[in-house]
């Protein structure tokens, strides 16, 4: 406690941070929280905080076509290669072959399909408390699959392992899951990238629609590019550098297949 | 096991601990007619223990010393080691109660495992073997084991099994099995055996022929028991003995607890219950098992339900032994209100040198994600969580076909 806190504001702030996770009020000039970097430069500098914020609930969030559910993989993807994933799939059909075909490490990932939602918050749970990298949860109908206490129970689980939760998936957000969600990043479709004739990516802005880590509003602009079934796929120097200047250089080493979500 | 499953006993049946140890002490006496006596009660001796050979020239245990010599003088007379006898006994004792919570010990030659409480999965020759393997590896007995729906069928399963194997009466086939057994093995007076056979009645076939009014007109009131023996339906309870585990903790819950959930939710305590347990005595558990005891049913036996389980690392503090309390609370499901429940560490060992777990961190390796995952599955069954791999050659399209999944 610094100078100047009473016990009562002391009280008001342990209050806050256990409910919202450590880091959720902070004196200023202090960075305590990490992110968990991503390797995609503007995406980390756009959460403020150096990648998803560990110990915390991202969501990344927009609607058909937008270009999310992609982003969201290869993030996935991205942190595969250097520590666990698991994918919480409460939809029961996510192909965990994406990962692969974006380059991540499938033998680095778990998949959790569960048969009710309190297995499936249970199973994120304990595995978030084992210190994965990254816990991604995907979902169409949240308020659905979403039992009251299981957010609070899981964002304790990430404050004491600092791992990171990123949701996926459109529709609102129940109450509960809403309030204890750190970050919020909405993804727009800008166009599509053609290659002598057939869409091989896309072009998506990516806005902070809600932060307690740093101002809202902030966006950046990036490339998606979609794996290809035929070894023709446009490498990533072909993509780089033909975007504006908020256009994320090498994100198209990324990107591969299937129809952009 | 529902109320209408019938109840299993496994019967195991060995020569008398006190022919044990005077067959270690003197080995060239395999085979030989021996008596051991036992401790003079109100200044008569009487024998404890005879071999086969005795036996069949009409020597019984608790016969009187003077007339077993008159019937058998050729044989071997030794007095038994009451002291080793009764440490022997003690070892036998733990060796089972290791396998199942629901034992009795019957006269130091036989002894009975409830086998219808375990919730695991195990075939019932498995659970049965396994309490053989526990005494022969306990106190190196090689018992037969029997398996029936009564004690009486269980026990005359085990008396017709070979040392080492099993021998499994199914349910509702106990007549069957009972029909060629001679009456004079069957547990009633020698006088009512006397006129069995003297009325040409020789085998428990020929009495469950017989109708119980009959039987009772001839017999009195073990005429009603000798058709229910006979028909494998005896009443006789299991008179468990409880055995203080080495380290456990035991929960009653006041008015008797029928909801699982509600079950759950004494879970954390009772580990943390066994973890100071396990912290005073400096150990960790190797195997644990959950006990839940009921009212008894309607003959006055005892009901218990239970499960166990070896997790692949010792297990030491309240956390680390939750997810498996919780997996063992999933696998139970008790028929009747719950009227206490037990959380024993059956194998005691030298805990971990480091807490797993503890604080994983971010960066955590695959292993102590493999190892939530192997919890997981403990409580959830397999089937939700998923490791998946790319199969080489392009087989289909769909995820099912594309690649390969394992719930390892």
Redesign the interface.
């Known amino acids: 406690m610094g100078r100047g806190e009473g016990p009562a504001l002391a009280l008001a702030l342990a209050s806050l941070n256990r409910r919202y996770g450590q880091g959720a009020v902070r004196s200023g000039g202090r960075a305590e929280l990490q992110g968990?970097p991503t390797g995609i430069g503007s995406l980390d500098l756009l959460t403020g905080c150096g990648g998803l914020p560990?110990g915390r609930i991202s969501r990344l969030r927009g609607g058909d076509s937008s270009g999310a559910f992609d982003l969201g993989l290869q993030l996935a993807a991205r942190v595969s290669l250097q520590?666990?994933v698991?994918l919480v799939d409460f939809s029961l059909d996510l192909?965990?072959?994406l990962i692969?075909a974006y380059h991540g490490d499938?033998?680095?990932?778990?998949?959790?399909?569960?048969?009710s939602p309190a297995?499936g918050w249970?199973?994120a749970r304990?595995?978030a408390?084992?210190?994965?990298?990254l816990c991604l949860v995907l979902a169409r109908d949240w308020p659905r699959v979403t039992p009251g206490a299981a957010p609070a129970a899981l964002l304790a689980a990430l404050s004491e392992?600092?791992?990171?939760a990123l949701l996926l998936g459109g529709g609102p957000l129940p109450a509960e899951l809403r309030e204890r969600t750190s970050l919020e990043l909405a993804s727009r479709r800008l166009g599509w990238e053609l290659s002598h004739g057939d869409v091989c990516g896309m072009r998506l802005e990516l806005t902070v629609s809600r932060s307690r880590l740093a101002a809202p509003g902030a966006s950046c602009r990036l490339r998606l590019g979609f794996p290809r079934p035929y070894p023709t796929q446009p490498g990533p120097e072909e993509l780089a550098g033909e975007g504006g200047e908020e256009e994320e250089a090498g994100l198209g080493l990324l990107l591969a297949a299937g129809a952009g979500g | 096991m529902t109320p209408g499953d019938p109840r299993r006993l496994a019967c195991l049946s060995f020569p008398h601990l006190a022919l044990l140890l005077a067959w270690r002490a003197h080995p060239e006496l395999c085979g030989e007619a021996l008596l051991v006596g036992g401790p003079a009660l109100g200044g008569r001796r009487s024998v404890l223990a005879v071999s086969d050979p005795a036996r069949a020239l009409g020597v019984r245990e608790g016969q009187d010393w003077r007339r077993a010599e008159l019937l058998c003088p050729r044989a071997v007379r030794l007095q038994a080691d009451l002291e080793a006898l009764a440490e022997l006994r003690r070892q036998a004792r733990l060796a089972l109660s290791g396998c199942s919570p629901m034992v009795e010990w019957a006269a130091d030659s036989s002894a009975y495992v409830d086998l219808s409480g375990e919730e695991r999965g195990r075939s019932e020759a498995v659970r049965a073997a396994g309490c053989g393997r526990a005494l022969r590896e306990g106190v190196g007995l090689t018992p037969g084991v029997g398996v029936g729906q009564s004690r009486f069928t269980a026990w005359a399963a085990a008396r017709s099994a070979a040392p080492g194997r099993v021998r499994i009466v199914p349910p509702g086939r106990a007549a069957e099995f009972l029909a060629r057994l001679p009456v004079a093995q069957l547990p009633i007076s020698e006088a009512t055996v006397e006129r069995l056979l003297q009325f040409g009645l020789s085998s428990c076939g020929d009495c469950a022929s017989i109708s119980p009014a009959e039987l009772q007109r001839q017999f009195g009131p073990e005429g009603l028991l000798l058709h229910r023996l006979c028909r494998g339906q005896d009443p006789a309870r299991l008179e468990v003995w409880h055995q203080p585990p080495p380290c456990g903790v035991r929960r009653v819950l006041a008015g008797g607890v029928e909801d699982a959930e509600s079950l759950r939710f004494g879970a954390s305590e009772l580990a943390q219950g066994l973890a100071q347990e396990l912290a005073l005595r400096g150990r960790a558990a190797g195997r644990i098992r959950l006990t839940l005891r009921g009212e008894e049913d309607g003959g006055g036996d005892p009901r218990a339900w239970w499960s166990e389980v070896a997790p692949p690392l010792p297990l030491a503090s309240a956390g680390d032994l939750l997810g498996p309390l919780l997996g063992l609370f999933g696998r139970i499901h008790p028929s009747s209100p719950v009227q206490a429940v037990e959380l024993e560490a059956l194998e005691l060992v030298a805990p971990p040198r480091h807490q797993e777990g503890l604080w994983p961190g971010p960066g955590a390796g695959r292993e102590t994600v493999q190892r939530a995952v192997d919890r997981l599955h403990d409580r959830f069954g397999k089937g939700l969580v998923w490791r998946v791999g790319i199969r080489p050659g392009h087989p289909g399209d769909v995820p099912e076909e594309r690649l390969a999944w394992s719930s390892r």
């Open positions: 968990q560990r520590l666990p698991v192909d965990p072959g692969d499938l033998d680095n990932c778990w998949l959790v399909r569960p048969r297995e249970s199973a304990a595995l408390r084992a210190g994965v990298g392992s600092g791992s990171s």
